[in-house]
């Protein structure tokens, strides 16, 4: 079935006891065992699994085309796929990765003993140079953040596999409507349910989805349960029902996106763009092949550096200063102060995460803020 379809429909079904459409929040924590001691109807305990999140996890399955495992953050989902890393194993991670991600690695990971490269994905032969003996997952973030950099799936992964290691995909930026990695060859694809999969900036949640059940598969699965980062029943529900409106949602914000980013293009005050929609970005052409549209984030950079920047930010009417993407309202913030010292964001760079008004209010309160 169309993808359109499944946001509707998998992991749903009319309830049978009462006819009801909208699926009822399961509480509960426990579950009754029978007489004989066995679990008939499949839940023991709500962090083992629960009717919302066994819904959820079948309908990331069926976009992703995977096996999907949900956690409460998008950092939850991350980290338990470093998790499933052993001591000594090396990890190659984008230098322009979110932010979140790079921090696990470096103040986290490392005492744990993993081994992690910062590398730029798109300049191949360094990637190639950068890959050890150990080396066992390559992480791929495409577009980027907040540079809107595009990593090419399969020549990364045909890297990686023939390097004996895996690949990680976080796909939040592209969700799988405009993306879909396990078909490039990713053995996982991380999201934030957080942004665009929720959609509402009302819940916040994570999945691994993995391209088969194999042992990576179980691995993540006993993170979740054991590990106990797990989501609410309530979150399962926000996360889900956002879900059926992604397909269309997304498809608009990529429209508006595009047309932003091609009005931004031509304003005096704007020094470049930063959106693969647009030909002249280096890798239009590898985003064209394997993405379907270009998604709702774009970035810029304005002339007069960090002070006209925080200045446009400080005049907006429409938008909303704020982080986080994925939503209904269009946001925009000054990435470098939020990620403060050992940014490598450029000063002058406004992100923006475009929403669902309508484009031109959009656009001119962008240019009534530029001046
Ligand atoms: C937000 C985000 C995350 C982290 O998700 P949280 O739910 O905030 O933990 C990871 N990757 C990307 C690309 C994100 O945008």
Redesign the pocket.
């Known amino acids: 079935m169309h993808i359109e379809t499944l946001a509707i429909h998998a992991g749903l079904a009319v309830e049978a006891g009462t006819g009801a459409l909208a699926p009822s929040i399961h509480l509960s924590t426990t579950f009754e065992r029978d007489s004989d001691g066995s679990y008939p109807r499949g839940f023991i305990y709500a962090r083992t699994d629960n009717p919302n999140r066994q819904s959820l996890e079948a309908c990331l399955s069926a976009l992703e085309g995977g096996q999907a495992v949900a956690f ?7 980290m338990a796929v470093f998790q499933s890393l052993n001591p000594g194993e090396h990890v190659l991670c984008p230098q322009d ?2 932010y ?2 790079s921090k696990q690695l470096r103040e986290l990971l490392l005492r744990w003993g993993l081994e992690v490269s910062f590398v730029d994905m798109t300049d191949l032969s360094a990637l190639e140079r950068s890959i050890q003996k150990n080396t066992k997952l390559l992480w791929i ?1 495409t577009p ?2 907040p540079l809107l950099k595009v990593v090419d799936l399969r020549a990364v992964v045909d890297l990686a596999h023939s390097a004996g290691a895996r690949v990680a995909c ?1 796909n ?2 592209a969700t799988p409507i405009l993306q879909r990695p396990i078909e490039w060859g990713a053995d996982c694809v ?6 665009y999969l929720g959609g509402h900036s009302d819940v ?3 999945v691994v989805i993995t391209a088969s059940e194999d042992d990576l598969f179980q691995r993540i699965r006993a993170l979740q349960t054991a590990g106990g980062a797990v989501p609410s029943p309530f979150d399962c529900w926000l996360v889900r029902r956002g879900i059926k409106t992604l397909p269309f949602r997304v498809r608009i914000q990529s429209e508006q996106a595009l047309r932003v980013a091609e009005v931004l293009r031509t304003h005096p005050s704007v020094a470049a763009v930063h959106y693969p929609g647009l030909s002249v970005h280096p890798s239009h052409e590898v985003a064209a092949r394997q993405m379907k549209a270009y998604g709702g984030m774009l970035s810029f950079q304005v002339h007069g550096g960090a002070e006209k920047a925080m200045s446009v930010a400080a005049k907006v009417n429409l938008f909303t200063r704020a982080t ?3 939503g209904l309202e269009s946001l925009i913030e000054h990435r470098a102060s939020i990620e403060g010292e050992g940014t490598r964001t450029p000063p002058d760079l406004l992100r923006v995460s475009i929403g669902l008004e309508h484009v031109e209010d959009l656009i001119e309160d962008l240019d009534q803020a530029l001046g």
């Not at 409460?72 to 991350?78: E, I, P, R, T, V």
């Open positions: 409460a953050s998008g950092s939850a989902a991350s990765a979110y979140g991600t973030e980027s953040n976080d939040t930026w991380v999201h934030a349910t957080t942004k916040s949640g994570g986080s993407l994925g």
